[in-house]
């Protein structure tokens, strides 16, 4: 919260030789600490907000999940493999489902992960322009990822991962409580109804949600990722990012907006005197290569449209009418979304039906939206091209992992999502792929300072005619008589 | 889930006389029984959900609210009065936070509450074109919510309040724990920061979300609607609704899809034999009396525009700034929801500024945007001409409250909020109320069937510039001292 503005130095990362210094922000003055330090043991106690009773989340007969060869995860009727990785942060593979009618595990999704992220700052200036981050290519989403802080990061019934990964020189290291696995029950609602009292039948049911979190913070010099798997009893995956942590700011010779004149351009906000948050959007694309009963799986475009009744056919004049559309090829499937076209996203199986004859699948629901909208021809942008579309479709390739290239240092974009999907090779009935790309615009506000409350968007993969009915239909209600004894902590 | 389909008979309610019936099904068998009953009681036990350990949401030294004259909620940072009401369900009303550096309670909204609904069932044939429910205005979204059921509908530790209302014949009733109120920890986080080993320092600082909920569950026939209001100690107010309950089905005589011929529109899914879920959209529309720190406020769209650079100016070709438009009259402030040309959309009070300079604010951030696409011109589309926009800002006017009319059986689209926008009337630096419409569409799957697990969206009303700084920056994190202690119930 305190930068030098304007000063930068270009470094010759292979003579070690500066090559150019810059110093352009000598009348900004630095910024005063006032107020920026975060630590609880630097803080005067606020009456109000620790007036909360303690409250978590308990589960005394501990975790319903186990973990197998200590990646295997099994939990109701979910099973999954998880890992640690330098630059996914965290990849879940083999995902698959049981089935409660057959009893049968069924495959969902072979492999998903963060594949890249894409985090332009929108100042055109000298010392800002280049603030264009791809977080996991550069500096690795997992490496980036530290110890987990018990009770806080997640609930007391958490259970934590280490990550063995090699440094830079080969030799092993352990990054401890880089994940964690808890069950989460937050009050809400996995289905219910109540009979309407004119039926005459006193009928009331309602069955609460668990579901099974995997977690892991990355922190990213300043900012904060927060990446939830979040798996649902009913065969619903929700993947949520939440951002928190500190903002990228700008030095600034004003103290107030009444010193601003009318036109000029500040890049962002005035968060605090000389201090300001500068715009910039974060996207966060997932790879997801979705195996919905077996590898080979296509893409439908569930298309929502008006139909008009033709003349003396009704007294409506419109109604809409699903039309599916299934991708043949990779230019079929870069989808940008809109409101006033929208569709669903099914990834079925072509060659397995449901017991009355509907293909089985799953599909993408959007969700935290937010699309680039910088020139496709600006160099940070064909980097990042891979967040041209909201959702691509490709078939599976080995070499095709890494939505801005394997190697994105040196990238000019000639190796990204963007590319290969313009080969708009066959995608029916294929082994595919689907990227999904979560986006945040970030006009910073003064809550932001000195640390952000978390901002969190979320999109689900959640099954479509994958079961033959409500799969969570004979889960049963809570009892009072199973639930936790719990005493406050005081009178222990 | 047994529909006797085609049969429909058209009364009178003045003279009682039965007008027409028509009967165009006959050749449509009733659908079994089978596998319909969502009753526990006759269920068979399915292990794998069955095994999952009790857990819950757990605070042992009670609530940290308190409830002052059976409606004034006092909860950490807030203060709001909540009211059970016939048609809006839940009304809540003279919301304060207050400012933890001043100790002032500060305004934020004056009343919310669910305004309309809106739910149009697509198909236009003769025993289903009628059905286009607005649910709050044809039969009350209050008087259909039914008693919650304590541990599955709210949490352990939630606190219920009884609507009390007055019978169509004056007579007064009590419908007992009609809404609840609880604290929330979810395991999620509400703010974090952990600095990079590079920088020398060992600072790891999370802070847990605990947030105060109150619920309502409305079953207006068939469907369920759950509404929450949740709010956030960072001042954020989550308006959330989830959707449950039971389809409306509509028979057929097919029961399998290879029986369909291609072109036949079916205007739904089959979900099992000779049952058809047919596709429709819920809206629910939100009317929010912002009052920030006042009664008058202006209506921002902070646009997200692309700035192309000058030639020379960068090496980057463009980059996203923020241009505010304060809206003068109604229809500046008639949004629809764009991808490609996105806004942030403020409250101001235009008269006070934060220390910096900020005009005071409060954003509403949209989620669960779906629009409708039904003819303008279409009669069900005319009633709910309300949902023409997402976001509506109207000067506050006592007679427009119900986006819908105040009479919406007898309504030929009259009355409706596009009716009263269309006259345009000057809302800057006004007394404003924002109109907020939360959409769904909703093409039925198979895993809807009999009882489909909850889907929710949410928006949010969240600071922009309200605060100083990080309003929960001095919260203190959890310390394991402080927890509760808890032992499952067998061994008790």
């Not at 039926?199 to 009331?204: C, F, V």
Request: glycine share 6%; aromatic share 10%.
């Amino acid at each position: 919260m305190r930068p030098i503005e304007g000063l930068t130095v270009l470094l010759d990362m292979d003579t070690k030789e500066v090559v150019e210094v810059s110093d352009t922000g000598r009348s900004i003055p630095i910024p005063k600490a006032t107020n920026t330090d975060y630590r609880f043991s630097e803080q005067k106690l606020q009456q109000d907000l620790n007036s909360i009773n303690p409250i978590s989340i308990e589960q005394p007969k501990g975790p319903s999940f186990v973990i197998e060869d200590e990646h295997l995860v099994k939990w109701a009727n979910w099973e999954f493999h998880l890992k640690p990785d330098t630059r996914a942060g965290v990849v879940v593979s083999r995902a698959k489902v049981r089935d409660l009618e057959s009893g049968v595990l069924r495959d969902v999704m072979y492999k998903g992960f963060t594949s890249e992220l894409f985090v332009p700052y929108m100042d055109p200036t000298d010392a800002w322009y280049f603030k264009t981050y791809m977080d996991a290519g550069e500096y690795g989403f997992g490496l980036q990822a530290m110890p987990l802080d018990p009770l806080n990061d997640c609930p007391r019934n958490a259970y934590y991962m280490d990550g063995v990964f090699a440094a830079g020189d080969g030799v092993p290291y352990v990054r401890s409580n880089m994940v964690c696995v808890f069950e989460r029950y937050t009050g809400d609602i996995g289905w219910r109804h109540a009979e309407s009292p004119i039926t005459g039948m006193e009928i009331k049911e309602v069955r609460p949600k668990v579901t099974l979190v995997v977690r892991m913070a990355a922190s990213v010099a300043n900012y904060d990722y927060i990446v939830d798997w979040e798996f649902q009893t009913d065969g619903l995956i929700r993947i949520k990012v939440g951002l928190s942590g500190i903002l990228m700011v700008k030095g600034t010779a004003y103290e107030n907006m009444n010193q601003v004149e009318g036109q000029e351009n500040l890049f962002g906000t005035l968060l605090s005197e000389n201090v300001i948050g500068v715009i910039h959007d974060h996207y966060i694309t997932f790879y997801l290569d979705m195996d919905i009963d077996g590898s080979d799986n296509s893409f439908v475009n569930v298309n929502i449209k008006r139909q008009e009744t033709s003349p003396g056919e009704s007294p409506r004049k419109s109604y809409l009418k699903a039309v599916r559309n299934v991708a043949k090829t990779e230019k079929d499937a870069q989808i940008q979304l809109k409101l006033y076209d929208p569709s669903e996203f099914h990834v079925i199986n072509p060659t397995k039906k449901t017991r009355v004859g509907n293909p089985v699948g799953y599909k993408v629901v959007p969700g935290g939206t937010a699309a680039s909208l910088l020139d496709h021809e600006d160099p940070p942008q064909k980097r990042g091209a891979f967040t041209n579309n909201q959702i691509w479709v490709t078939p599976y390739n080995r070499s095709e992992q890494w939505a801005g290239g394997l190697f994105v240092y040196q990238s000019h974009g000639e190796d990204t999502l963007d590319v290969w999907s313009e080969r708009d090779r066959p995608i029916e009935n294929k082994d595919i792929v689907v990227w999904y790309t979560l986006g945040f615009h970030h006009i910073p506000c003064q809550e932001d300072f000195p640390i952000m409350p978390t901002v969190s968007s979320s999109f689900d993969l959640k099954p479509v005619n994958f079961f033959e009915s409500n799969p969570i239909l004979r889960a049963p209600p809570y009892f009072e008589k199973d639930l936790p004894v719990c005493r406050p902590a005081y009178s222990a």
